[in-house]
């Protein structure tokens, strides 16, 4: 079956910040699918370049070699066919809930009324049902990440691409909106690629967890099936036998690779 998502042979070669003359590659023979429905993670060191391949799949970002193809297509350009969602806060502060969920959809033509009919469909589905009137500011975090889910969500996109879109959140806001994730995702069956550096929620909500080297020119080192059954319960999972086993592969390979980033940035810093 053709890929939602191929990245085959990716580097991305950048200018360095402190020095024009010197060139860092951050990713080299990065070769990456995401299958039709699939939920894949990619989990690496900090700096690795895990934003970096999801700027690629985006279509945000020319891989330096390489080629991206989007359902077999070549894809040139933004990707129409994916939703993007950032780790930072993404929200425009002078629209409403309903407003920003539903701005998606006007950029898209969708007369007003439909929009706003289909974003409060989206607002009630993860769980912000009746809060459509309320300002980003007058939102707690765990809500305006709700808000975004939503924002990506609406446009239906066949790919959703996430980079580390939980980590500002405490730890049971997290667990809510990932098990959200995980209910939306069974229902609708997208493609994922999700950016995390925090194996627990990787090997929790994937089908495929792989995992990047420290850079420069990092690459997989590890691509893992999590053999979990699903529907699952991101926190019950984690005191499996299963879930225990995949972890421990997992992290001794990409243990070392962590040391090596740490040691990277201390260096950098
Ligand atoms: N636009 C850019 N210009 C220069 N260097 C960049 C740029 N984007 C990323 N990098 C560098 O590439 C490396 C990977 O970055 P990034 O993809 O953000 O890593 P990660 O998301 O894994 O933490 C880092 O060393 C970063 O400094
Ligand atoms: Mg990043």
Same mark, same amino acid.
């Given at each position: ?12 070669t950048?200018?360095? !910040?402190?020095? $024009? ?23 690496g060191?900090? *700096?690795c ?21 989007? %359902?077999?297509? $070549? ?10 969602? %950032? ?23 969708? $007369? /007003? ?7 409060n ?10 809060f459509?009137?309320?300002?980003p500011?007058?939102? #707690?975090?765990?809500? !305006?990440?709700?808000? #975004? ?16 879109? %939980? ?6 806001? !997290?667990?809510?909106? /990932? ?14 690629? @999700? ?19 420290a850079? $420069?020119?990092?690459?997989?080192? *590890?691509? @893992?099936?999590?053999d979990v ?13 299963? %879930? ?26």
């Amino acid at each position: 079956m053709t890929a939602a998502l191929d990245l085959q042979g990716v580097a991305c070669t950048f200018t360095a !910040r402190h020095d $024009p003359g010197q060139r860092y590659t951050a990713v080299q023979d990065v070769s990456l699918t995401v299958g039709a429905g699939e939920f894949v993670s990619v989990v690496g060191p900090t *700096g690795c370049g895990k934003s970096t391949l999801l700027n690629v799949g985006a279509g945000l970002l020319a891989p330096s070699t390489g080629s991206v193809r989007v %359902f077999g297509q $070549p894809l040139n350009g933004v990707n129409t066919r994916a939703g993007y969602m %950032f780790q930072a806060e993404s929200l425009m502060p002078w629209r409403t809930a309903l407003a920003n969920v539903a701005a998606g959809l006007q950029f898209h033509g969708v $007369p /007003e009324a439909q929009a706003a009919t289909q974003a409060n469909e989206w607002l009630r589905r993860v769980g912000l049902g009746g809060f459509g009137d309320r300002y980003p500011h007058q939102m #707690s975090g765990g809500m !305006r990440k709700r808000v #975004s889910l939503a924002q990506t969500l609406v446009l239906d996109p066949d790919i959703i691409l996430m980079d580390e879109p %939980f980590s500002a959140l405490d730890i049971q806001t !997290r667990q809510l909106m /990932e098990n959200e994730l995980l209910d939306i995702w069974q229902a609708k069956k997208k493609a994922v690629l @999700f950016i995390t550096h925090d194996l627990d929620e990787a090997i929790a909500l994937s089908d495929r967890v792989v995992v990047m080297s420290a850079g $420069p020119g990092s690459h997989p080192i *590890g691509d @893992f099936l999590i053999d979990v059954e699903r529907p699952r319960d991101v926190a019950e999972i984690k005191t499996t036998p299963r %879930f225990l086993e995949l972890h421990a592969a997992i992290w001794a390979v990409l243990r070392e690779e962590v040391l090596k980033g740490y040691a990277q940035q201390l260096k950098a810093a």
